[in-house]
């Protein structure tokens, strides 16, 4: 079967980084383009990041003014956000999730793991 | 960058019919999808490319998109179709990933 396992995440202040992980079973994450996407308390999905199977295409969102940046490492079957400089607005659940191709729906969504930035 | 609209709220009686709209400018010429989540779970594909519906998605959801509007159907609701849903398109425009703004469904 399928499964997406986010991991990384907790609760940290404002101004400090965080590293979240995706680990992939089920299938190779090689043959997909690999996607996060966030939710903040209450409200609706956003887009974060997308990067494509071989990273030759790496895509985020205009409101994370370069403060995330997305990898992958098909080798351990695994995708990472690490996002620095975090702010109370990015408190949220952040889902990672498969698609195949980067214009392709998403087909497959991890649970998701909470992040909460707070003083 | 390219927005879409959809209405906060749908509510229908069991047995029903909901339809719940995504609007955008010239929608019907990219693909739509769809996602339900139900209450602290994940997002779950219910239909892709317009009108296609993954394995174990049952007839009854359905989705059209043509002119300015896409359309998720979901025929003879059931108290377990009670869900937000979401459309997605890709802009091209921008090589951004857009979601609706969400719609709950709630059954009467």
């Known amino acids: 079967d399928v499964q997406l396992v986010e991991s990384g995440g907790g609760l940290v202040k404002p101004g400090e980084s965080l590293r979240l992980s995706c680990a992939a079973s089920?299938?190779?994450?090689?043959?997909?383009?690999m996607n996060w996407v966030r939710q903040a308390p209450g409200k609706g999905l956003e887009w974060v990041s997308s990067i494509t199977s071989s990273s030759s295409y790496i895509y985020y969102a205009d409101s994370l003014k370069g403060r995330f940046t997305i990898s992958r490492d098909n080798f351990k079957n695994s995708l990472f956000l690490q996002m620095n400089s975090l702010r109370a607005e990015d408190t949220a659940v952040y889902y990672c999730?498969?698609?195949?191709?980067?214009?392709?729906?998403?087909?497959?969504w991890g649970r998701g793991a909470l992040v909460t930035v707070s003083s | 960058s390219y927005v879409v609209t959809q209405p906060p709220s749908v509510s229908v009686a069991p047995g029903e019919t909901a339809r719940i709209t995504c609007g955008g400018n010239?929608?019907?010429?990219?693909?739509v999808h769809w996602y339900r989540q139900k209450p602290g779970q994940a997002p779950v594909l219910v239909v892709y490319?317009?009108?296609d519906r993954p394995s174990g998605i049952p007839e009854r959801f359905s989705g059209s998109n043509s002119g300015n509007t896409a359309t998720l159907t979901i025929s003879r609701v059931e108290a377990g179709d009670e869900a937000d849903y979401y459309c997605q398109v890709w802009d091209t425009s921008s090589d951004h990933w857009v979601f609706g703004t969400g719609t709950k469904v709630t059954v009467l």
């Open positions: 490319d317009d009108y």
């Open positions: 010239n929608i019907g010429s990219i693909r």
């Open positions: 089920g299938f190779t994450i090689s043959s997909y383009t």
């Open positions: 999730a498969r698609s195949l191709r980067i214009t392709n729906h998403f087909d497959y």
